[in-house]
């Protein structure tokens, strides 16, 4: 896979563009693996902690595009809402933490959302793959697949997606779509868009890495030599740069190893080809039909 | 000797006291179930977004995988390896089975949140996952144990369709069905019997998978690349202890004889199948050196002491132990502490190995989870009982000769 060609790629692509539609052409849907495309193209969005002022305008934009109940957009300015820690939830897609930094009288805003993994642990775990990654770097649940069993809540590294608990018909899960049906139609994500300071930096996910590279090195004294997500759990569309130390800002410790690596090649090592499986069914038989013999012969 | 094999109805009295409270367990525990269905799982359980999975999936359906584990343990000890003497046990572990897949099917559907769905892993496929695994594994699987269990009901029934009023009738043909059911059945069930072996050695160990996937979320205590192998190996040794302690139960409700012979001598398996178990867990543990955990006094490091030294060492000492093989007491305690250490490993597993990053708060199960929970347990051995006072299970042993009129006919 990785010595890929990019005509290779492009016909896998168009090929997966081919099926894809053909899936939505028929009514019924293909039996098929959920889609994990990694195109060279996927957006991602660099968020730039030491520029966030946390005005908290990206959550009420979050919520605008994606019908969540916004309310007044004036109701944002309360700062007293990060006395505490919040997680993104089934009312909103991303919120917008305060973390004390390290001398500077300033706190450290910290925009959490779904990361968007390049090998998603949501779309391996998913028992009817629900999620699927797209090729503009967006991992998207699919309402219709779902049947709400919340594992890909225990896959998830950053503990991302949310479960509608207060619900007894079609509960959601919830997370940030990465604007998927906006980016279609030529415009930014929404939080990308509002954000007034321009922490967030929308673009190619390949340019990003270049571009925070360009700043840690322009100024070393502002960042800390590190890009959250470029290499974590094999890389994220979303990255960040800080002033302090990742862990510091509660950001889980993850190697460079996918998330669902070892799972994955558990699982199709225990069914290579079916050929485990068969292989003991076989010898079972074999042990079976000998053991009868062996039996027969007693009796007699 | 044949009749010394013959499993009968039992056709005891079926409401004792003990009865009657299990029934009103079970009820408590279906009228929380009605809240759950009615205000969604959030209404009655601890669940929330850190931690997404409760003791309906740790204990209902990962641990009572693995209990319901001396059904395939059994029918490969029974009928493949073919040890006779063990013929008498494997109609009771194979009711023990059927109900407990039945109810770790039905425990899956209440903790989904879109229940009505269930079957749309059928339509839907993820190879890569190993929840889909483990899903289509379990349909399978109660499919395979329903079809072993079929000849039982045609045992029952062969020559004793009596239906009543215009569907008297319909009693000829009904009993032609149930014959050449039973002759089709009895031709082909190898291919069954070996299938449900395999179907459980796959799902037994792709539920260790499930939480591979969780990578660093879970205390490095259990979160190991061989934990398929690990769950394996635990419901191989967990199944023989299962079937010893239901037999020694069902003897004393229903007053039978303890069949203290044939359980020694499935006991005597045990101890090798636990240090196998015990072998492979500790050598992971050096391995990953994840001894050094056990340094400090946590939950994590007591929760894994208490699951190895209570769950695994001390039942394999006792199963060692000739005395103890020989009393159906030391059985029935040896027995005991297995399927503790099995129960617990789960839970440990799913429940207390899981720290999600953000989490504020740590999980502990609602009275609705837990009332739902027992009345699982519950309706399970309700129905265990309703079953084998009415279909030809447990056999009982030393029949005196003249009892032979009551043997079902068709076998």
New interface residues.
């Given amino acids: 896979m990785a010595t890929q060609n990019r005509r290779d790629f492009l016909k896998t692509v168009s090929s997966i563009g081919i099926v894809t539609a053909g899936v939505a052409a028929t009514p019924t849907k293909l039996k098929a693996d959920p889609e994990n495309i990694l195109s060279n193209e996927r957006n991602g969005v660099l968020v730039d902690t030491t520029v966030c002022i946390g005005c908290r305008r990206c959550e009420w934009a979050c919520k605008k595009s994606h019908d969540m109940q916004p309310g007044s957009i004036d109701d944002y300015d309360d700062k007293s809402i990060f006395d505490i820690k919040r997680r993104p939830d089934h009312t909103t897609h991303t919120v917008i933490n305060a973390y004390k930094g390290n001398s500077i009288s300033k706190p450290i805003m910290l925009k959490a959302q779904c990361m968007h993994c390049d090998k998603p642990a949501c779309v391996s775990a998913c028992i009817v793959g629900a999620f699927s990654k797209k090729e503009n770097g967006s991992v998207v649940w699919d309402e219709s697949k779902c049947i709400g069993c919340r594992y890909c809540m225990v896959a998830c590294p950053f503990q991302i997606p949310a479960f509608d608990y207060h619900k007894a018909i079609e509960p959601d899960i919830h997370k940030c779509d990465f604007c998927a049906e906006r980016k279609g139609n030529g415009k930014l994500p929404a939080c990308v868009e509002i954000c007034p300071v321009e922490a967030l930096t929308f673009g190619n996910r390949a340019d990003l890495v270049t571009l925070a590279k360009d700043r840690i090195k322009k100024n070393p004294k502002r960042y800390v030599d590190h890009i959250y997500g470029e290499t974590e759990v094999g890389g994220t569309s979303w990255m960040y740069l800080s002033s302090v130390d990742f862990a510091t800002l509660d950001f889980p410790v993850l190697s460079a190893d996918t998330a669902p690596g070892v799972s994955e090649s558990i699982q199709h090592g225990i069914f290579a080809y079916f050929i485990p499986p068969i292989a003991l069914y076989a010898l079972l038989g074999g042990i079976m039909y000998i053991s009868k013999q062996k039996s027969n012969k007693e009796e007699e | 000797m044949e009749l010394l094999h013959e499993a009968l109805p039992l056709k005891k009295k079926y409401f004792t006291p003990g009865v009657v409270v299990l029934l009103i367990l079970a009820i408590v525990g279906m009228a929380f179930l009605l809240a ?8 009655i ?1 601890n ?4 931690h ?2 409760g003791i309906w999936i740790g204990i209902d359906v990962a641990a009572g995988v693995a209990l319901a584990a001396g059904g395939f343990t059994t029918a ?1 000890l029974g ?4 040890r ?1 003497k063990y013929e008498t046990i494997i109609r009771p572990a194979l009711l023990t089975a059927m109900l407990g897949y039945t109810f770790v099917a039905l425990s ?1 559907a209440v ?5 009505y ?2 079957w ?2 059928l ?11 483990v ?1 289509i594994c379990v349909m399978t699987y109660v499919t395979v144990l329903y079809i072993e269990f079929l000849p039982i009901v045609t045992k029952k029934f062969i020559g004793n369709v009596r239906l009543k009023g215009f569907l008297a009738k319909l009693n000829k043909p009904l009993d032609s069905l149930l014959r050449t059911l039973d002759r089709g059945l009895n031709k082909t069930m ?1 291919v069954f ?3 449900g ?2 179907l459980s ?2 799902h037994q ?2 539920l260790g ?9 879970m205390h490095p205590l259990w979160q190991t ?1 061989v934990l ?1 192998l690990l769950f394996l190996l635990s419901a191989i040794s967990v199944g023989f202890p299962m079937v010893i302690m239901e037999s020694t139960l069902a003897s004393r409700s229903f007053g039978l004889k303890p069949e203290t012979e044939v359980l020694s001598s499935l006991g005597t398996i045990v101890g090798p199948l636990l240090g196998i178990y015990l072998a492979f867990k500790i050598g992971d543990m050096f391995i990953r050196e994840t001894f050094y955990y056990l340094t400090e006094v946590t939950t994590a490091s007591v929760m894994f002491s208490v699951e190895i030294i209570f769950g695994v060492v001390l039942p394999l000492r006792l199963f060692l132990t000739k005395s103890v093989l020989k009393s159906p007491q030391g059985l029935f305690i040896a027995s005991l502490l297995v399927i503790f250490g099995v129960l617990l490993n789960r839970i440990n597993n799913f429940l207390v190995a ?1 720290n ?5 708060s740590s999980y502990f199960p609602s009275v609705g989870e837990i009332a739902v929970t027992v009345g699982f347990i519950c309706l399970e051995i309700l129905l265990y009982r309703w079953f084998v006072n009415y279909f030809p299970i447990v056999s009982v042993p030393s029949k005196p000769a003249n009892n032979v009129k009551y043997s079902v006919t068709g076998a």
């Fill in positions: 759950r269905f009615v205000f969604g799982l959030g209404a359980t669940l929330d977004n850190q997404p999975w490969a009928h493949i390896m073919h006779d899956v903790d989904l949140g879109r229940w769905s269930i749309h892993p339509i839907f496929w993820n190879g890569n996952s190993a929840l889909f695994e899903g190898f019997i070996i299938a072996v395999v050695c796959l160990s792709s998978t499930l939480m591979v996937i969780a990578g660093s979320k690349p398929p899981y999600p990053p953000y989490a504020t």
